[in-house]
C-alpha cells in the first residue's frame, strides 16, 4: 500500500470484481461487506438445561447478535467428535453432535438466519479426521481396503519424512503408531488426528461432496481449517500435490455449482510471500485469514504503538476491491494468540510483557503464542478493547468479532491449553451460571468462568446491553458505522502520515468520497493533523466523539486516551491534501 497515496475515486472494476452482481440478482461479493462473528454452539447457549450449549440455545439468542449487528455467524465444528480437540477431531462430517442438536435443529437455524437476512458460514475440517472416523476404523482394520489409502502410512518410521508436529508441547513428531494396523500413520497435529491424503483422488472426493453436502442444507460458505498444513509434504515420501491449487480450485468450482455465492475462507497461516498463492488468482480461496494482521494490529494497540501497523501493510498483498486479494481480519481467535509473524524482538517482548499465570499456571504455549483473551491482553481496559475493534472495523478485509470480545470476557487459566479462552458465554452474572446454563455446575461442558484477574472484573452481557459507554454498545456503535461505509469494503486504502508514533489513521476513496479513520493508541489524550481535503461544512462525523476541526486541506482531531474518530466527506476538487 502507498503510505498517503491519493485516492483513485474513479477506478474502473476488472473482471474479476467481486461486487458485480448475479444474474439473478444474488451478490458473490456479499462477504466483503459482511461483519462475521465467531462462536462455538456448545459454549454459546444451552436451551435445555444439559450443561452444553446447543443449535436451540444459539437461535434463542439470534436478537441478541442481531442487536449487535453481525450478519454473518461462523460456527466452530459442531459435528459428531471425541472432542479431544474442541471438534476440530471430527467423527463423522455429515451429523450433527448429539449434545448439541441434530440436523433438524441445524436446518432450523439456517431458517432463521435467513428470516433475518444473516448468513452462515461453518468449519470444515479437511486435513485430518478423529481417529474415531469410521474411514480410519476401516483403514486400520483392513490394509486392502480403499480406505486404507485415505491416510499415510509406513512400516519403516525410521527412514519416513519427519517435521515439526504443531503441537510440540504434546506430541514428539508425525508418526503414531497403530497397534491394529501394525504400522505408524502420519499426523501433523494431535496423534488422533491422522491426516488425510489429499492427494488421494477418492479422498479429494469425498471431501468435495461433504462441502456439497452442507451447501445444499444452506451454508454460505466454509472456514476452510488447516489450509496450509493440508498442501505441506505428507507422508513416508513427503509427498506433495502436483498442483496444490487445482484442490481449491476444484473445491470452489463444485461449491459454487452448488449456491453461486458460496464462499471459501482459508485458514492459511503460511509465509507473507506465499499468501498470494492461496487466492489462485481469484479462482481459489475468497479471503485468507490475516495472521500477520492479528499478531501486528493486536501487539501495535497493545503497546500502544503504529510501527507493527505499518509492518503488516508492507507485509502482505494490499486487499483489492476490484481483485481478488482479501483479508478476513481478527483481533483474537479460539487457538492461542499466535505471534510467529512479528519479528523475533517484539514475539519475546511480547511473550514477556503479555504473560499472565503464576502458581502453576502460565498463559504461554506452544512456544509460539498467549492463551489469552483480548482482555486479559489489554488489562481489562474496555477503551482500549472499543478502540481495538474500531480499527478492525475500519480495516480493508472481512471483521471477524470473536464471541465474548464484544463483552471483554477474560481468560481462564485453570481451564487446560486452549480451552482457557472457550469457556462458555457470559449472559448475565446474577444469574446461575452466568445464565449460559440452568445445569449443575458440574455439568458444564467447560465452566463458566467468574473470577476474571485480580483487580478487572468478569464482565456479563446483561450488565452492557443499553448502556452508551459500555463495550459491548461501542462494539455495536462500531459494526453499525462500518455497514454505513460500504467505501471500506470498495475504496482504496491508504495510510495517511501523521506526526506521531503513538497514533494511526488511514483513508478509504471511493466515488470521488473520503473516509478518514483515526485512532489514538495511547492512554493519554493526543493532538494530530492528518490530511484530509474535505470541505469543512460537507465533512460529517461517522464514529467516535473527539473533536475535530476541518480546515485547508487538513484535520485536526483532539482525541482522549484510545479514542478513535471516524469522518467522511466528498473529496475537494482540487485534490489538494
Ligand atoms: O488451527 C490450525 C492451524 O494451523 C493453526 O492454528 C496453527 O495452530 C498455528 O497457526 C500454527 O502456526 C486450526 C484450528 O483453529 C485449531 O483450533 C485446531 O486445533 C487445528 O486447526 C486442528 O484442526
Not at 489450509?227 to 480450485?249: C, S, T, V, Y
Not at 497514533?503 to 493533523?529: C, K, Q, Y
Amino acid at each position: 500500500m502507498d503510505a498517503d497515496a491519493a485516492g483513485d475515486g474513479e477506478r474502473v472494476s476488472a473482471a474479476a470484481d467481486a461486487f458485480a452482481p448475479l444474474a439473478d440478482g444474488g451478490q458473490p461479493g456479499w462477504y466483503r461487506d459482511a461483519v462475521v462473528y465467531s462462536l462455538d454452539v456448545k459454549t454459546f447457549q444451552d436451551s435445555d438445561g444439559d450443561g452444553w450449549g446447543d443449535f436451540r440455545g444459539l437461535i434463542d439468542r439470534l436478537d441478541y447478535l442481531e442487536n449487535l449487528g453481525v450478519d454473518c455467524l461462523w460456527i466452530r465444528p459442531f459435528y459428531p467428535s471425541p472432542l479431544r480437540d474442541n471438534g476440530y477431531d471430527v467423527a463423522d462430517y455429515r451429523d450433527v453432535d448429539e449434545r448439541l442438536g441434530s440436523l433438524n435443529a441445524f436446518d432450523d437455524l439456517v431458517a432463521e438466519l435467513d428470516a433475518r437476512g444473516m448468513r452462515l458460514i461453518t468449519d470444515l475440517v479437511l486435513n485430518h479426521t478423529s481417529t474415531e472416523h469410521e474411514w480410519f476404523q476401516r483403514a486400520r482394520e483392513d490394509p486392502d481396503s480403499k480406505y486404507h489409502d485415505y491416510y499415510l502410512w509406513t512400516s519403516h518410521v525410521d527412514e519416513a519424512y519427519h517435521t515439526e508436529n504443531i503441537f510440540p508441547e504434546f506430541e514428539d513428531g508425525v508418526w503414531s503408531y497403530d497397534e491394529v494396523a501394525g504400522k505408524h500413520y502420519f499426523h501433523q497435529f494431535y496423534g488422533h488426528q491422522p491426516d488425510l491424503n489429499v492427494a488421494n483422488s477418492d479422498v479429494q472426493e469425498e471431501l468435495f461432496s461433504i462441502a456439497e453436502f452442507w451447501l445444499e442444507r444452506g451454508v454460505d460458505g466454509f472456514r476452510i481449517d488447516a489450509a496450509h498444513p493440508m498442501i505441506l509434504p505428507k507422508g513416508h515420501n513427503a509427498h506433495r500435490l502436483e498442483d496444490p491449487q487445482w484442490l481449491f480450485r476444484e473445491l470452489k468450482r463444485r461449491a459454487r455449482e452448488v449456491n453461486d455465492e458460496a464462499v471459501l475462507l482459508a485458514e492459511a497461516d503460511d509465509e507473507p510471500d506465499r499468501l498470494d498463492f492461496y487466492f489462485g488468482d481469484g479462482e481459489g480461496f475468497d479471503a485468507l485469514f490475516n495472521f500477520v494482521g492479528n499478531s501486528h494490529v493486536t501487539y501495535g494497540v497493545g503497546v500502544g504503538d503504529s510501527w507493527p501497523l505499518y509492518r503488516m501493510f508492507e507485509q502482505i498483498p494490499d486487499a483489492q476491491p476490484d481483485g481478488h486479494v482479501w483479508w478476513a481480519n481478527f483481533l483474537r481467535n479460539h487457538d492461542e494468540w499466535n505471534l510467529l509473524k512479528l519479528p523475533h524482538d517484539a514475539l519475546e517482548h511480547a511473550r514477556e510483557e503479555f504473560r499472565k499465570g503464576g502458581d502453576g499456571r502460565d498463559s504461554w504455549v506452544f512456544g509460539r503464542g498467549h492463551r489469552l483473551r483480548l482482555a486479559d491482553l489489554y488489562d481489562g481496559d474496555h477503551d482500549r478493547i472499543a478502540m481495538a475493534h474500531s480499527l478492525l472495523l475500519s480495516l480493508p478485509g472481512t471483521p471477524i468479532v470473536n464471541s465474548g470480545d464484544e463483552i471483554g470476557m477474560h481468560a481462564d487459566l485453570d481451564r487446560p491449553e486452549r480451552q482457557a479462552v472457550r469457556t462458555p458465554m457470559r449472559w448475565d452474572g446474577a444469574e446461575p451460571n452466568a445464565g449460559f446454563s440452568t445445569a449443575d455446575p458440574e455439568e458444564l461442558v467447560i465452566p463458566v468462568d467468574g473470577t476474571g484477574w485480580p483487580g478487572v472484573f468478569q464482565a456479563d452481557a446483561a450488565s452492557q446491553r443499553g448502556d452508551p459507554g459500555s463495550l459491548f454498545e461501542r462494539v455495536a456503535s462500531a459494526i453499525d458505522a462500518r455497514k454505513r461505509c460500504p467505501e471500506i469494503a470498495r475504496g482504496d486504502c491508504s495510510i495517511v502520515h501523521v506526526d506521531s508514533g503513538d497514533m494511526w489513521a488511514h483513508r478509504f476513496d471511493h466515488d470521488g468520497r473520503v473516509l478518514l479513520a483515526v485512532h489514538n493508541l495511547a492512554s493519554g489524550p493526543r493532538e494530530v493533523v492528518a490530511g484530509f481535503d474535505v470541505d469543512p461544512a460537507d465533512a460529517e462525523r461517522v464514529l467516535g466523539d473527539a473533536d475535530y476541526r476541518v480546515a485547508d486541506g487538513g484535520v485536526t482531531v483532539t482525541l482522549d486516551g484510545c479514542a478513535y474518530l471516524w469522518l467522511r466527506g466528498e473529496r475537494r476538487g482540487d485534490g489538494g491534501r
